[in-house]
């Protein structure tokens, strides 16, 4: 009776035997009273201690795994056999923590502010971006962090960051077959893609953020995104990469055309440009084979190069690697998006950043909001029906 009162008032769902266990703290008293034996209820608080702890310390350990969803039932669960439901946009679209957060600057002011206000809202700009930078850095090593177990699952160097996939094997290569022993998501792929890429840039931009303070959005302007992670990206750096990307993609059709004797430009979104990116440049069997020009072309539509009239000396050097290897990472995270839903299952800012990758850049020029991203969705679609993915 007295173990059965006590455990009425336990907020934990699982039986308490705090007390039965214990029998000789308690002893009885005059009328019945329960009283504690002094020799016995020191072991018993430390022993009942020693199991909240251990409750807590397993809590902890059970919040740190990635949440997944359960299906709500009316009955009783069997813990034998648990029912655990992932959905399609966990599996396909990477933690938002991978992404630039949000940037929230001060409304700007009207024509007739004073001198105090204007430099006011400075202050405030420059504590906005500082925020900003600081989050991103912090997701930067929670990201890396939990890509760990990944990387070890993967066969990768824990503490040298290296971007899967590995830089060597093609379509049946060890590193596709490990990604599909394991039933490896997209999410968790790119997560381990974008924290070490993230990760090679977070000393260099730390100690910039550390220097330069409030002024550091000026500097990485001119420095771009060599030394700036993916989650400390502000939103014209974004905007002024995808020009960059756009005018290196318009540069490279206008030589593909010149060499074909075309009088016609290959606009973006074209079925003559969906063939050269979808069956040419991202071909594994292309990059190996292809001359040094239509290396460096390549390279320029899928933003590897700053432009397309590079030396050919580096072409086997630097240029034919990186289209190898950007090849295989397109085929791997093509069979991944296919697996997870396709393109419907993807966010608004990770279609984007499909897209991007395969230089569709500009598909969606002069259309904004839900009409863009149809547009979007309809070339990613249009890019895997063209895919080898068998």
Known sequence: MISSLFCARCTSSVQCHSFSTFPSALRHGENGLVKFHPNSITFLVS?????????????????????????????????????????????????????????????????????????????????????????????????????????????????LPTSPPPSSGGVGSAFLTTVTALNLSRSDFQLVRRSANDVRRLIPFAFILLICGELTPLIIVFLGDAVTPSTCR????LDKRQTAKAERKRASFSTIQARLGSATPISPGSEEEMHWLAENFADMDFAASASAEQVLQGCAAL???????????????????????????????????????????????????AVEDRGGVGVEAGKNGLEAERE???????????????
Not at 376 to 390: C, D, G, M, P
């Open 47 to 159: 022993a009942n201690s020693r199991r909240y702890a251990s409750s807590s310390s397993s809590a902890k350990q059970q919040r740190s795994l990635p949440v997944q969803s359960q299906p709500p039932s009316s009955s009783s669960s069997n813990p034998s056999s648990p029912s655990i439901v992932t959905t399609t946009l966990s599996n396909v679209n990477p933690p938002a923590t991978t992404r630039p957060g949000s940037l929230d600057l001060p409304a700007p002011l009207g024509p007739s502010a004073s001198v105090g206000e204007k430099f006011s809202r400075y202050i405030g700009l420059g504590r906005a971006y500082y925020t900003f930078f600081k989050t991103g850095l912090k997701n930067v090593y929670h990201n890396y962090r939990a890509s760990l177990p990944l990387r070890r699952s993967l066969g990768l160097p824990l503490y």
């Open 376 to 390: 979007q969705k309809r070339w990613l679609e249009r890019w895997l029906a063209r895919r080898k993915l068998a």
């Open 234 to 237: 502000v939103p014209k750096q």
């Open 303 to 353: 933003g590897l190069a700053r432009t397309h009239q590079q030396p050919s000396f580096l072409v086997p050097l630097l240029y034919r690697p990186r289209l190898k290897r950007w090849a295989q990472y397109l085929d791997v995270d093509d069979r991944l998006i296919v697996r997870g839903g396709g393109p419907e299952a993807l966010l608004a800012e990770e279609l984007r950043i």
